[in-house]
């Protein structure tokens, strides 16, 4: 079982609409090989229903689809717990883990063609030669050009993909000269958690970094960045920017290894399963604890999630770091992932409540067992949960728009930035990159939050 704490919205009248939710039971009975019986009368209508939708509908009936949907409706259970059918475990696997099997290239999509943007670092496309700017002509012989643009998108999307070990043969076009076929073999992939990592202020010797999710390794990742910018400076880190906004969560392990960095001792944070009972504590380790002095402040938003609010409320409670921006999204809840063995799906299912050090449980729809929501623990008494800033700063919709995508980019390799910069001029696109203050409001409002904290 993986904890995982992911962010998805789906109606509550989607659950009770749907009456096919009985037949769940059954399905997962006869799959997993359960021998405890099932209620009567629900039991036998679970039986006799199917049967005689099957036989007598209207319509023919696929009955593997159908109880994909009865399945999926029992799993339903709020917004966040899910099954996952066998065609969709690869998605999901994606969307939880930030790996996939494919060559690894950043695609830019366009009404006169598809074009590598660039490749991801050390990734099989790079290795393979892919450079950007090459607009994809053909995927193992077969024609992208002929395709409308929303069918040439989904297609090269799709057969770009495919098990690790596997070839593709892409055929580009570059630099106005005679067609290319490249031979890449497609590795897993992993997209990047912490990204923009750099100075932000050297003469003061502040950080900044983005988190964008929280996938296995995005600890490492972090303490990897922040020793790097060290070493390249060759003086102490005195500040530091995290940058949570639109992270909508992961790993509930990353986010405790990553407050560790920061706090020396207490509790970090805990979980309760039903009927209230603790069943398991997060506490700070003074030996993970290597940037113990550093002056803090986190940078959030609404779309800041479940693992970023564990972050965000540890942090707040021990009074270790600022929180800027605007009020986090507010999940409280843990959601574990299950699977079978010799069985293609997965159930993704919320099973426990957690709790920042001050007792807070930060989810929108809870409030009845949580503590008092006051200024002093970080909650207006009318907050509708989450984690409420220290110090608010809100951006327009147009702003918001512009730091959302400069956050989704992801960083080039240092060797393709020349030319990736030419061919972002033509285009008239922007190079990923971090965003100035000027761009950015709540960035400098953070900045100068840090000033603040450093000359105190």
């Known amino acids: 079982m993986l904890r995982a704490m992911t ?17 769940v039971a059954f399905v997962l009975g006869i799959l997993l090989g359960r021998r405890t019986p099932l209620p009567d009368p629900q039991g036998t209508a679970l039986h006799l229903v199917f049967q005689e939708i099957e036989k007598s509908y209207v319509d023919r009936i696929d009955g593997k689809e159908l ?4 399945i999926a409706s029992m799993a339903r259970l709020d917004d966040y717990s899910r099954y996952v059918p066998q ?76 098990p690790s070990g596997s070839v593709v043969r892409i055929t580009v076009a570059r630099d106005g000269a005679s067609e290319t076929t490249l031979e890449v073999e497609r590795a897993a992939v992993q997209r990047r958690s912490v990204k923009w990592s750099h100075w932000i202020d050297r003469e003061q010797a502040i950080a900044y ?24 400076e060759g003086r102490p880190m005195r500040g530091l920017v995290i940058d949570l906004r639109f992270d909508l ?32 504590r997060f506490d700070a380790d003074p030996t993970q604890c290597t940037y113990g002095d550093l002056a803090l402040v986190l940078l959030v938003n609404e779309s800041s999630a479940s693992a970023s609010e564990v972050v965000a409320g540890a942090l707040q409670d021990h ?20 699977q079978w063995k010799d069985q293609p799906f997965r159930l993704k299912l919320t ?42 700063a809100a951006l327009d919709g147009a702003a918001e728009e512009t730091v959302r995508a400069a956050l989704a980019e992801f960083p080039a390799p240092e060797h393709h930035l020349q030319r990736l910069t030419a061919w972002s001029k033509v285009r008239q696109m922007r190079v990923p990159g971090p965003l100035s203050l000027s761009e950015d409001p709540q960035l400098a409002a953070a900045l100068e939050e840090i000033r603040a904290r450093l000359g105190k």
């Not at 962010?7 to 037949?23: D, K, T």
């Not at 009845?368 to 220290?390: H, I, K, L, M, Y």
């Open 87 to 162: 065609n969709e475990v690869a998605r999901f696997v994606e969307e939880t883990t930030g790996t996939y099997d494919g060559i690894g290239v950043v695609l830019q999509l366009a009404e006169d063609g598809v074009f590598v943007r660039f490749p991801i670092e050390g990734g099989p496309g790079d290795r393979a030669g892919l450079l950007p700017g090459d607009r994809i002509v053909a995927v193992d012989g077969h024609s992208i050009d002929t395709l409308g643009a929303e069918q040439r998108s989904r297609v090269s999307e799709e057969r770009l993909r495919g």
């Open 319 to 338: 009074r270790r770091a600022s929180v800027v921006g605007e009020p986090t999204y507010g999940k409280g809840v843990v959601n574990t992932i299950y």
């Open 351 to 392: 099973t426990a409540r957690y709790y920042t050090p001050n007792g807070r449980n930060l989810d929108r729809g809870l409030r009845r067992d949580s503590a008092p929501q006051t200024a002093e623990n970080g909650n207006s008494p009318n907050s509708a949960g989450g984690v409420g800033p220290d110090r608010l």
């Open 67 to 70: 109880l994909d949907k009865a």
């Open 249 to 280: 969560g992961g790993n509930l392990d990353e986010a405790v290894s990553i407050a560790r960095m920061f706090v020396r001792e207490g509790n970090l944070v805990s979980m309760r399963r039903r009927d209230a009972e603790v069943v398991e």
């Open 209 to 232: 970094a983005h988190i964008a999710d929280f996938h296995v390794g995005a600890a490492q990742a972090l303490r990897q960045d922040l020793d790097a910018l060290v070493a390249t």
């Open 7 to 23: 962010h998805q919205r789906v109606p509550f009248w989607f659950l009770i609409a749907n009456g096919a939710i009985v037949f």
